[in-house]
């Protein structure tokens, strides 16, 4: 996965667990895609300062999805939710369903 | 929802979060219906210190549910692809996946 997109998804799932300071900064970078520069005179920190602050951020994020596998998990859920949309299929249909129940 | 019942989910879901000993304490607890003191004799500490063992848990797993809201919204997607395994009439199958995909 693009490191942008996975920024994205493990934002979207543990973004709710970094603090306030850091989400700002965090959206900023990845969903406004404002530059080092911005962002260190958008905060009044350094570029190291920035740089630190994202990394130490991707780092809590990848750290809570190695536990929480939940990125992973509604990734699967998700896959098997829209092959149930296009499928017409009855049978098959039940047993998606029956493989999401499993995952959930 | 009963207590045991939403410790055993909100341990399902954050369970990975807490300490190796708040894991295996806790545990012992809700799945295998330990009481105090036996909590206390097995882990050589007092009943006191379980009880607040406990209450610590208890606090940490819905504070990451506060923020996250997992149990919440997986009850909702399991509700709906429960629905779907019961249900014969596609075009109702195919709406209640466009829910499921809306609240993942």
Known sequence: MEKIARQCMLYDFYGELLTEHQRRVYEDAVF????????????????????????????????????????????????TVEAIQTCDDLPTIKQMAGEILEEL
Chains 1, 2 share one sequence.
């Open 32 to 79: 406004n895609d404002m530059s080092l520069s911005e962002l260190a005179s958008e905060y009044g920190i350094s570029r190291q300062g920035v740089h630190d602050l994202m990394k130490r951020c991707d780092k809590t994020l990848e750290e809570y999805e190695s536990k929480l596998q939940l990125v992973a998990r509604f990734g699967k859920v998700k896959e």
